[in-house]
């Protein structure tokens, strides 16, 4: 089970986008988070290709996503500490 879809992440992507150009047409100031947004794409993807992985790997797999997870929650406090 993949739990970012290609689907799911144009959803992101469309509502990411919709909310800076909303920010910038309200003139709300809201900082591009360039490179934070990048990080946060990539580990959508890591995790999605670590749940496609074999479950054998002796508990490896299992806290790479939980790690992978606990990143994603931290890049996402970061973006939004920033706004």
Same mark, same amino acid.
């Given at each position: %089970?993949? &739990? #970012?879809?290609?689907?799911? &992440?144009?959803? #992101?992507? #469309?509502? @990411?986008? #919709? %909310?800076? =150009?909303?920010?910038?047409? @309200?003139? @709300?100031? %809201?900082?591009? !988070? ?5 990080? &946060? ?8 290709? &670590?749940?496609?992985? $074999? @479950? ?8 790479? =996503? ?5 990143? =994603?929650? !931290?890049?996402? $406090?970061? =973006?939004?500490?920033?706004?």
């Amino acid at each position: %089970m993949r &739990l #970012f879809s290609r689907s799911n &992440l144009r959803k #992101f992507a #469309f509502a @990411t986008g #919709f %909310m800076v =150009i909303g920010g910038l047409t @309200t003139g @709300t100031a %809201m900082a591009y !988070q360039g490179h934070m947004d990048n990080a &946060l794409n990539d580990l959508y993807h890591a995790r999605s290709e &670590l749940v496609a992985a $074999a @479950t054998n790997k002796g508990g490896h797999r299992d806290e790479a =996503i939980r790690l992978v997870n606990e990143a =994603i929650e !931290q890049v996402r $406090a970061g =973006i939004a500490y920033a706004h």
